[in-house]
């Protein structure tokens, strides 16, 4: 039984920054891809990043070029630096655990253990 445990959500103003951290136990995190999801209010869970187990990273089109997730294999964490962020970019952020090593796809099915969230606002 994996567990994730999300941090580093809050408030901050449209163009600034905040990284997301999520601390995994339970499971060998080095041999598992990585993701990111997010939830606005009043919309579906969409797909924001993930990474595979040897660093290849994917980003939904929407926070390619202002967001990085990477991984601490040795601190059991992967991370979310949100840049330049945008009121659109408020949601609950999900960290979540993939089936198996590589990115096999981007949906939330391909993803097998969810963390609590943590809450991001961006002001206008």
């Known amino acids: 039984q994996v567990q994730l445990v999300e941090s580093g959500g809050g408030l901050v103003q449209a163009g600034g920054s905040l990284r997301l951290s999520c601390a995994a136990s339970g499971r060998t995190f080095s041999s598992y891809a990585m993701g990111w999801f997010r939830r606005a209010p009043g919309k579906e869970r969409e797909f924001v990043a993930a990474i595979s187990w040897n660093g290849i990273t994917y980003y939904a089109d929407s926070v390619k070029g202002r967001f990085t997730i990477s991984r601490d294999n040795n601190k059991n964490t992967v991370y979310l630096q949100m840049n330049r962020l945008k009121p659109e970019d408020t949601a609950v952020y999900y960290c979540?655990?993939?089936?198996?090593?590589?990115?096999?796809?981007?949906?939330?099915?391909?993803?097998?253990?969810w963390g609590q969230g943590t809450q991001v606002t961006v002001s206008s």
């Open positions: 979540a655990l993939s089936r198996g090593p590589v990115v096999a796809g981007t949906s939330a099915t391909d993803f097998a253990s």
